[in-house]
Every structure is written in structure tokens, then in C-alpha cells.
């Protein structure tokens, strides 16, 4: 645990906190989660992302991982450098989860969204995959509903509104997506790469 705290920068009670985590709540030996840990800190670095925010980011959102972590709680970890690489976090996407399985809010919000914005706003899969407890698939189809920043710029404040309130995001966290549009880049080549025997070995990870 110390060491993990060493390597990545977390404060040693966070890093207590995330061993505890995968180890209590996704049966995962100590070594499991630590190799699951250290893999997520190289998945951050190869995304240009901090890896203590991100996974502070999980060390603070128990309960998003108590709703929505499988696979041994890797859709989190995979779900959290994503979310940073947009520039939102873990807790605004766990929110925009949230709202998606409030069905019957989520489809008026989606028809009042529709009428404001002139096109059909169809949040259908999105819904899906909050049901499937695939967050990183669901920021990617965020990104697809909000379109390209220039689409963005030409709406007036009400329409804007009107879409965070469907996707249930702060307006604000909406332009930090659509700005880093740019810089995004899929994980998933990553996290082909990243095998095990890529992962940094312990002995270094130490040091």
C-alpha cells in the first residue's frame, strides 16, 4: 500500500482505501488489486492523464463503485482515466448514469431536449449501456449526442440547458467535452497494449 502510494503520489489513506476496496467488495487478492492498481497508473501515463487524480478520483466515489463496477472492478478504473481524459471526472458520469436509469425522467427530459434543440436527441443507448454498467461506453455515446464543438458554440443558453439536463451533467461539464474533443483518443488500443507483461514489475513500481 505504501508503495503504491510512493509510485503513483496518492496520500497513503487513499491508497489504503483503494487496496481495501477491490479486496473487500471484488474478491481480489492483495496482489490482485495492486497489479490491477499499477496497470491503471500505466493506462493513465500512456493517456497523458495524472494517475493520483484518477485514482482519487475512485478512492472518492465508493459508492458509484458500489453501483456500477464488474470485471473486478476494471470498467471503473478504465471509466475513470476516460472520464479525465475528457476533462470530467468519475462522479460526473456515475451522475449521468443515475439519471439515464431514472427511465421515466430521463425520457421526458430527452423529448423536452428534442423540441428545444430541433433534432431528435435519442438517449436509448446510453440508457442501455448505464444499465450494463458500462461507463467508458457510455461517455463515448456523451460524446456522440453532445456533437462537435462548433455545434455547441452555435446553441443559445436554453438549448444548452435543455441538454445537460437530459444527459443530467452541469452545462459546464458539457464544454469541457466538447473542447477536448481534439485531444481524445480511444483506450482501447491501450488497453490491448498494456498486457501483463508490459505492466511495470513490482520492483520497479517500489523504486
Same mark, same amino acid.
Given at each position: 500500500?505504501?508503495?503504491?502510494?510512493?509510485?503513483?503520489?496518492?496520500?497513503?489513506?487513499?491508497?489504503?482505501? =483503494?487496496?481495501?476496496?477491490?479486496?473487500?467488495?471484488?474478491?481480489?487478492?492483495?496482489?490482485?488489486?495492486?497489479?490491477?492498481? !499499477?496497470?491503471?497508473?500505466? =493506462?493513465?501515463? &500512456? *493517456?497523458?492523464? %495524472?494517475?493520483?487524480?484518477?485514482?482519487?478520483?475512485?478512492?472518492? @466515489?465508493? /459508492?458509484?463503485?458500489?453501483?456500477?463496477?464488474?470485471?473486478?472492478?476494471?470498467?471503473?478504473?478504465?471509466?475513470?482515466?476516460? %472520464?479525465?481524459?475528457?476533462?470530467?471526472?468519475?462522479?460526473?458520469? %456515475? !451522475?449521468? &448514469?443515475?439519471?439515464?436509469?431514472?427511465?421515466?425522467?430521463?425520457?421526458?427530459?430527452?423529448?423536452?431536449?428534442?423540441?428545444?434543440?430541433?433534432?431528435?436527441?435519442?438517449?436509448?443507448?446510453?440508457?442501455?449501456? %448505464?444499465? *450494463?454498467?458500462?461507463?467508458?461506453?457510455?461517455?463515448? +455515446?456523451?460524446?456522440? =449526442?453532445?456533437?462537435?464543438?462548433?455545434?455547441?458554440? +452555435?446553441?443559445? &443558453?436554453?438549448?444548452?440547458?435543455?441538454?445537460?439536463? &437530459?444527459?443530467?451533467?452541469?452545462?459546464?461539464?458539457?464544454?469541457?467535452?466538447?473542447?477536448?474533443?481534439?485531444?481524445?483518443?480511444?483506450?482501447?488500443?491501450?488497453?490491448?497494449? =498494456?498486457?501483463?507483461? @508490459?505492466?511495470?514489475?513490482? /520492483?520497479?513500481?517500489?523504486?
Amino acid at each position: 500500500v505504501a508503495d503504491l502510494a510512493r509510485s503513483t503520489g496518492l496520500a497513503l489513506s487513499d491508497s489504503a482505501k =483503494l487496496v481495501g476496496l477491490f479486496t473487500k467488495t471484488q474478491g481480489l487478492t492483495s496482489e490482485q488489486a495492486m497489479n490491477l492498481l !499499477k496497470s491503471t497508473e500505466a =493506462l493513465a501515463v &500512456a *493517456n497523458d492523464v %495524472a494517475p493520483n487524480v484518477v485514482l482519487k478520483d475512485i478512492a472518492d @466515489n465508493t /459508492e458509484a463503485f458500489a453501483k456500477f463496477s464488474k470485471d473486478g472492478g476494471k470498467n471503473i478504473l478504465e471509466a475513470a482515466v476516460q %472520464a479525465r481524459k475528457l476533462g470530467i471526472n468519475l462522479d460526473s458520469v %456515475a !451522475k449521468t &448514469a443515475d439519471g439515464m436509469l431514472n427511465f421515466q425522467e430521463s425520457l421526458n427530459n430527452e423529448i423536452e431536449a428534442s423540441i428545444m434543440l430541433g433534432r431528435n436527441l435519442n438517449l436509448q443507448k446510453a440508457r442501455e449501456l %448505464a444499465f *450494463n454498467n458500462d461507463l467508458k461506453g457510455l461517455q463515448q +455515446e456523451i460524446v456522440n =449526442l453532445v456533437g462537435t464543438e462548433a455545434d455547441f458554440n +452555435e446553441m443559445n &443558453a436554453f438549448e444548452r440547458k435543455s441538454l445537460a439536463k &437530459a444527459l443530467n451533467m452541469e452545462v459546464s461539464d458539457i464544454q469541457k467535452i466538447v473542447s477536448g474533443q481534439k485531444e481524445q483518443k480511444t483506450l482501447q488500443g491501450e488497453i490491448t497494449r =498494456l498486457t501483463s507483461e @508490459n505492466e511495470l514489475p513490482e /520492483e520497479a513500481i517500489t523504486k
